[in-house]
């Protein structure tokens, strides 16, 4: 029997006792005789049970001991294990309540050495595992033979995922709280006639700081999917689990509140610049001087699709053959990501480079095949959580726009 079996008939037992008492009670007497002698016996049966799943779980343990050897000193051997990771195989792990074999044993026992011993006997995956491999490209794969095609996979309708594509700078694998040193006033400079002495002046230095925030989603699959050892199947759990946490970094990075756990997103800090959603090409370029007057060269604009759609029925002159203000991906001459996530009646111009996003150590996910109502369905609750902050070098670097009164 595995693990996993085990603990099931553990859990069925369990059940059948508390029902057995809850009965009782709800009659409000005491079990029969009968009843007393089948919760006997099915306490025996639990306690058996339970001298198995110890039994068993030392056996897992050493075979992961045996298999899965720690890496020590080779570093450079760490990004070529990540590549024979499996994600969907540590899920599995996970909801089998057994241990970690091959090159995903390696790497825990890695991560753990270097970022400490995950949470709850959670299992460490680097961030790395959520990137799309190439290697997992395949031609109409199948989910169950003849029966569910993987490239036919009907997804939810998802916000858009872009903060972090637009040119955020990443930090990953930070320890302890990170202080980076920012200028502040600079040097002082004058003229002078001959024989007089210059004007002095002092540096004056500042600090951009991140300290670590956690972040987790929690999604539900099925025994099916994650039992299934088609490469496309990897793709969908990459990809459901990432976008959980992806998106709640995302918005964290736009409109974190600084409270509650959440990092400061940049239309909450103090000294980002603030306009008016523009209504008329010349509201773009007065948004876009005012970048240029603290020597800010944008990169992109932000926004919802609702203010990109309104631009893009805006004429930029009321001439003949006059180009719309925006396009399907631009706002002027500069690019334009749309996504619901964004705020409503909002568009953020900005440098994104000056964007630092934090990463502290690997992704720690955690499987519950027992959570009641998945448990019903067959279904396992798996939750993935990240440790990240974010932080804006030059606040002065955005411009947010927003409706007016």
């Known amino acids: 029997m595995t693990l996993q079996t085990i603990r099931e008939a553990r859990s069925l037992k369990v059940n059948e006792g508390r029902t057995l008492l809850d009965n009782a ?29 110890q039994r068993q779980q030392f056996m ?51 991560l753990e050495r270097r970022h400490g011993k995950a ?12 990137e799309k491999r190439q290697n997992m490209t395949t031609t109409a ?17 998802r916000d858009s995922v872009l903060v972090q594509r637009l040119g955020v700078r990443t930090l990953s694998g930070l320890t302890g709280n990170v202080s980076i040193p920012k200028a502040g006033t600079g040097l002082s400079v004058g003229w002078v006639e001959e024989g007089q002495a210059l004007p002095e002046s002092e540096m004056d230095f500042e600090s951009v700081s991140l300290t670590p925030h956690h972040v987790g989603g929690i999604t539900e699959m099925s025994r099916q999917l994650i ?42 800090r103090t000294g980002v610049q603030e306009a008016e959603l523009p209504e008329t090409w010349a509201d773009v370029l007065a948004i876009e001087q005012m970048l240029a007057a603290v020597n800010i060269n ?39 990501a749309t996504s619901n996530a964004a705020p409503v009646d909002t568009a953020i111009l900005g440098d994104w480079s000056q964007v630092l996003l934090g990463q502290w150590g690997a992704v720690e996910i955690l499987v519950n095949p027992y959570a009641e109502t998945p448990y019903r369905r067959g279904g396992v609750l798996v939750r993935a959580m990240s440790t990240v902050d974010v932080a804006v070098r030059h606040e002065q670097a955005f411009v947010v726009a927003t409706k007016g009164p």
């Open 227 to 268: 039992q299934q050892s088609s490469p496309a199947i990897e793709d969908l759990v990459r990809q459901d689990l990432s976008w959980a946490i992806a998106h709640a970094v995302d918005k964290a990075i736009i409109a974190g509140t600084g409270t509650g756990g959440q990092p400061l997103g940049i239309i909450n």
């Open 119 to 130: 949470k709850h006997g959670g299992i460490l995956v680097p961030l790395s595992a959520f």
């Open 141 to 157: 794969p199948e989910l169950v033979a003849t029966q569910h095609r993987a490239d036919q996979y009907i997804g939810p309708l």
């Open 25 to 53: 009670q709800r009659e409000n007497r005491s079990l029969t005789a009968e009843e007393s002698a089948k919760f006997d016996a099915i306490k025996g049966a639990i306690t058996d049970l339970e001298q198995q799943e």
């Open 60 to 110: 897992d343990d050493a075979d992961r001991r045996s298999i899965g050897t720690p890496i020590t000193g080779n570093t450079d051997t760490l990004p070529e294990l990540e590549k024979r990771a499996s994600l969907l195989a540590v899920v599995r792990a996970g909801m089998e309540g057994r241990a970690l074999t091959g090159a995903d044993a390696e790497v825990h026992a890695e």
């Open 298 to 336: 944008p990169t992109g604009w932000y926004t919802s699709p609702g203010v990109l759609t309104a631009l893009r029925g805006i004429l930029k002159a009321a001439t003949a053959g006059s180009e719309y203000i925006a396009t399907a991906g631009r706002i002027g001459d500069l690019p334009a």
